[in-house]
């Protein structure tokens, strides 16, 4: 496996799965970065959200932001495993991306007005892409 490819398959595996901290307006709480993209297109998908442009800019903030720390992360993990032959390099990002889908199946995503109604990814992503197609 090439450093490049083991550099995006890290980036798109922590976009999918690593939650980061949401904040938008009162609702705050821990989300993978796509679904940040999801919750911030489904917004502008709602024709009857008030501020729908607002929260959509907030979401890209927020996903710029965490695209590149976890873009920065990858990069060095991809930097440190160049000095591994290619099938040990493979070896290593799989075992990577396997714990990281661990972390998936984990109950710890989601937030509320006070109250955490915890999710795994799985249902977050469900729950946004059923939003979207809901109002159409």
């Not at 729908?52 to 695209?67: D, E, T």
């Amino acid at each position: 496996m090439s450093a490049t490819t083991a550099k995006w398959t890290l980036f798109f595996t922590m976009a999918a799965v690593v939650p980061v901290f949401f904040m938008m307006f009162v609702t705050a709480g821990f989300l993978p970065l796509f679904a940040i993209v999801l919750m911030s297109f489904s917004a502008l998908v709602e024709t009857h959200v008030v501020g729908a442009g607002f929260m959509f800019f907030i979401g890209m903030i927020h996903s710029l932001v965490y695209g590149a720390i976890l873009y920065m992360i990858a990069l060095e993990i991809s930097y440190r495993l160049r000095k591994y032959p290619p099938f040990q390099v493979k070896e290593k990002v799989l075992k990577i991306v396997g714990c990281l889908l661990v972390l998936s199946i984990l109950p710890i995503y989601g937030g509320g007005h006070g109250s955490f109604h915890w999710k795994n990814v799985f249902l977050v992503y469900l729950s946004e892409v059923l939003q979207i197609f809901s109002h159409n």
